[in-house]
């Protein structure tokens, strides 16, 4: 087995508990959508007590890397590593905010009856999902190509999302006593259009992180 440092033992750590962050908030992603799709109150619920889990890994990831900035004063890969995943861990926590939101109202749905997600929901939660997942992928495997992907998956998500509000806005119009149903729904495509665009953050910072480029805001994105 190779020797490793003290330093290079301690960003490891960073990185594993980034990766079970990563793991952590594809998973609530999952379970919220079928949560809703099943009618399941205690799927549901099983994703408002992950998040207490999330938020537990987030500040644990805070609290190495701000250690290992202080003590360690890394320069080059291991800085940008750190301060990268300083940034990213953000957006994990906000799609684990956002998991809980759709099973919330998956809860609010499963008291009562009439319209369902129908195909849409379903397919934008896969989408998303794996989404979160590529990004850990390209991470763990320093490959800003992967990380690319999710530029089109984010499209496809965005597009879903406007078919499913002209489509609940048209349900509001036609089934006046569906209104409050209608915009559940609505409120669920866009979690996960939000959840989308949190895990195409994940992956311009991954390309940042093995490039060097900063892919915000359309720059350097060629």
Not at 178 to 199: C, G, N
Request: charged share 30%; hydrophobic share 45%.
């Amino acid at each position: 087995m190779a020797y490793r440092s003290p330093a290079e033992a301690e960003l490891e750590r960073v990185r594993t508990l980034f990766l079970q962050m990563c793991v952590r908030a594809e998973s609530m992603v999952r379970l919220s959508v079928r949560s809703v799709v099943e009618r399941d109150p205690s799927l549901g619920r099983s994703v408002i007590a992950a998040d207490q889990e999330i938020d537990r890994l987030e500040l644990e990831v805070d609290r190495h890397c701000l250690r290992f900035l202080a003590t360690r004063q890394p320069v080059g890969i291991d800085l940008r590593t750190v301060t990268t995943i300083l940034k990213m861990v953000t957006d994990l926590e906000r799609i684990g905010d956002l998991s809980v939101n759709i099973a919330e109202r998956g809860l609010e749905l499963s008291a009562g009856t009439g319209i369902e997600p129908g195909l849409d929901l379903p397919r934008m939660g896969e989408i998303a999902a794996d989404m979160v997942r590529l990004a850990a992928d390209a991470f763990l495997e320093a490959d800003g190509r992967i990380a690319r992907d999710l530029i089109a998956r984010d499209r496809e998500v965005d597009e879903l999302n406007r078919q499913a509000f002209h489509k609940w806005l048209h349900h509001m119009s036609a089934y006046p006593d569906q209104v409050d149903r209608a915009f559940a729904l609505t409120s669920l495509s866009k979690y996960l259009e939000r959840i989308a665009d949190h895990a195409c953050n994940l992956g311009e910072m991954v390309v940042f992180l093995v490039e060097g480029r900063d892919m915000r805001h359309g720059s350097s994105a060629g």
